[in-house]
């Protein structure tokens, strides 16, 4: 990107030396060379949205030229994402589960995903946490469980539903196991739900692995 912005004379704006993000006493600081910013955190789970929200600003600012802090509070808050380290609060699915379980949806399915969901997890202290996996048969399953054999307790491996490529569960499982990561296959995502808040009704679950997934799982909850 460097070398294509020298070679077009284009202007650049870049993370990390032309604008900052940080997290200070639970608020969202952005500066930059002509604004700083001492914002609500945003709404959006995983401190790899401070980075996101980070850059939004910076373009904001390129374009608009000045910005106001309250409607950007208002915007952190508002903005949603679906699937991305999103909490279901309501819903059918949570018919299969217990009233302190709780539920997350990612889509998560290559390595940066798998590092940012790992990040977030381990910021979830004093409970248990289950992991529900379908991928397609195209993604290679070892980069992704790499990251959680510390972090989670157990894991259901499913197939996503109406996906020719979806990957054999059996497999999954097995590779689950090399890494030393307890798991066993379930017959669908209710069944492993089903399972899971029966082996711990405060558990936190997460299901993952495929954006197909979350397009079924989304449609069914």
Do not use: C, W
């Not at 539920?103 to 409970?127: I, P, Q």
């Not at 259901?156 to 020719?164: H, Y």
Request: charged fraction near 25%; charge should be neutral.
């Amino acid at each position: 990107i460097d070398k294509e912005t020298e070679n077009n004379s284009s202007p650049r704006f870049i993370f990390g030396e032309d604008f900052q993000v940080n997290k200070e006493n639970g608020r969202f600081i952005y500066q930059d060379d002509q604004s700083l910013f001492d914002l609500d955190l945003p709404s959006l789970n995983g401190d790899h949205q401070l980075i996101n929200a980070g850059t939004a600003i910076a373009a904001a600012q390129k374009i608009l030229k000045k910005l106001d802090a309250s409607k950007l509070n208002q915007a952190l808050k508002n903005t949603k994402h679906r699937a991305r380290l999103e909490k279901i609060t309501k819903g059918k699915l949570l018919e299969y589960i217990n009233s302190n379980n709780q539920l997350y949806l990612d889509g998560a399915h290559n390595e940066a995903a798998a590092e940012a969901v790992h990040r977030f997890l381990e910021t979830l202290k004093g409970k248990k946490i289950y992991m529900i996996l379908g991928m397609l048969n195209t993604k290679d399953p070892k980069v992704f469980l790499k990251y959680f054999p510390s972090t989670i307790t157990a894991l259901k491996t499913i197939s996503i539903p109406n996906q020719d490529n979806s990957q054999d569960p059996k497999v999954l499982a097995k590779i689950a196991n090399e890494f030393g990561i307890k798991a066993n296959t379930a017959k669908g995502i209710t069944e492993a739900l089903h399972e899971i808040a029966n082996e711990d009704p405060n558990a936190i679950i997460i299901i993952t692995g495929s954006l197909y997934l979350m397009g079924e799982v989304l449609n069914l909850n």
